[in-house]
């Protein structure tokens, strides 16, 4: 099972490049043309190869004048060590912007794994 595949239903999941090309997602195993499950979605945004997100939560606090509130709140674990907010377009939902909030060269931030809010918009970031 590749890139989020069913397990269950023995599908792998396959991106096909365009006019053959293989992108970051693609199986180079299986021959051009191969199409992805008819079930499948393309995803809607991707942070590039080789990066650990452990750890997402959406925002739904008023905090910050509620200008955060939809967004999603992402941490990277390993070489990346940071914190990034994906902002979302509130009437459509598409990613329009990607910002690094805290990394490790800023703080104490350390090998990330988990993020939580409590119910006043705080934000706790767990690392291990």
């Known amino acids: ?8 239903s023995g599908v792998d999941v396959v991106i096909p490049g365009i006019d053959g090309t ?8 299986y021959p051009v043309p191969t199409l992805p499950d008819p079930n499948y979605q393309n995803p809607v945004y991707s942070f590039g190869v080789s990066k650990s997100s452990n750890g997402i939560i959406a ?7 509620g200008r955060m509130q939809g967004d ?3 941490v990277f674990f390993s ?10 377009d509130p009437t459509s939902g598409e990613i329009v912007g990607d910002q ?3 990394k490790a060269e800023i703080g104490t ?3 990330p794994l988990c993020i939580a809010q409590d119910r ?3 934000i706790a970031v767990f690392c291990l």
């Open 120 to 122: 006043l918009g705080r």
């Open 79 to 88: 070489q990346q060590d940071q914190v990034r907010r994906i902002e979302r």
């Open 1 to 8: 099972v590749y890139f989020a595949g069913n397990p269950t």
């Open 59 to 65: 925002y739904d606090s008023q905090a910050f004048c």
């Open 100 to 102: 690094v909030l805290a």
């Open 109 to 111: 931030l350390g090998n």
């Open 72 to 74: 999603l709140l992402v």
């Open 22 to 29: 293989t992108s970051v997602m693609d199986v180079t195993k």
